[in-house]
């Protein structure tokens, strides 16, 4: 299994700024993600963090608004950029933990971020 | 279209009752797997079962099943002996093996356990 740590766990953000949320795992995953979820919502994919390279987002999320990064198998940055109040959100990082016969998808504690 | 309908968003059931939570899905690709969270009003998100597409057998985690009717594509999450801490949101989620790989989640189910 794996156990993610996620950070700042919450925060409050003034409009057009820019805040970074990292997520580490304490093992070798072989897929991240980032997943938003507004208030009294479903959680959305915004993007699958590729190690190395540039990560693959979903249709309505772009590069220039939500830069992720991952630097090797157990650590993703999201950059939520130039923030409004839309930007209000929770967000995750999850890991994808493959065994022979099971899969599961492990979740951090997630960010909850308030833009002014 | 949706890829995973649940379409109870609010269910009750007394303490010590079982309760069925209802996830139908849509995919043409053969190989996925099916799972279920629970989401407390703490936020987190916590792993309750995982069925793959090929198990023969409905999966079980303690007080967690999954009826899995593979032909009406339908998953739905059975909790047996509820306790009042199992209220919470529930999450049914899809993985395909084909594409991304990342999880699609239903819209969610509200579960209230009355004493």
């Known amino acids: 299994s794996a156990v993610i740590s996620q950070k700042p766990s919450r925060d409050i953000c003034q409009r057009g700024t820019s805040l970074t949320i990292q997520c580490q795992v304490d093992s070798q995953v072989t897929m991240m993600f980032w997943y938003r979820q507004q208030p009294g919502q479903s959680l959305t994919l915004i993007a699958t963090?590729?190690?190395?390279?540039?990560?693959?987002?979903e249709s309505g999320f772009v590069i220039d608004k939500f830069p992720i990064s991952r630097p090797n198998l157990t650590f993703s940055t999201l950059t939520v950029s130039n923030m409004s109040p839309e930007d209000s959100s929770i967000y995750l990082c999850?890991?994808?933990?493959?065994?022979?016969?099971?899969?599961?998808?492990?979740f951090g504690s997630g960010t909850q971020l308030s833009v002014l | 279209a949706q890829k995973i309908t649940q379409t109870q968003p609010g269910m009750f059931v007394q303490e010590k009752e079982a309760v069925t939570l209802d996830c139908t899905y849509d995919?043409?690709?053969?190989?996925?797997?099916l799972f279920w969270y629970k989401q407390p009003s703490s936020g987190e998100m916590i792993f309750l079962i995982y069925q793959g597409s090929y198990d023969q057998q409905n999966a079980t985690e303690g007080r967690y099943s999954l009826n899995f009717q593979k032909a009406r594509k339908s998953a739905n999450l059975v909790i047996s002996a509820s306790q009042l801490g199992d209220s919470a949101m529930y999450f049914c989620a899809m993985r395909e093996d084909t594409g991304r790989r990342a999880l699609t989640f239903g819209s969610g189910t509200r579960l209230q356990v009355q004493p």
């Open positions: 995919t043409s690709d053969p190989s996925y797997g």
């Open positions: 963090a590729n190690q190395g390279s540039e990560a693959t987002y």
């Open positions: 999850s890991a994808l933990w493959t065994a022979a016969t099971n899969e599961k998808l492990f």
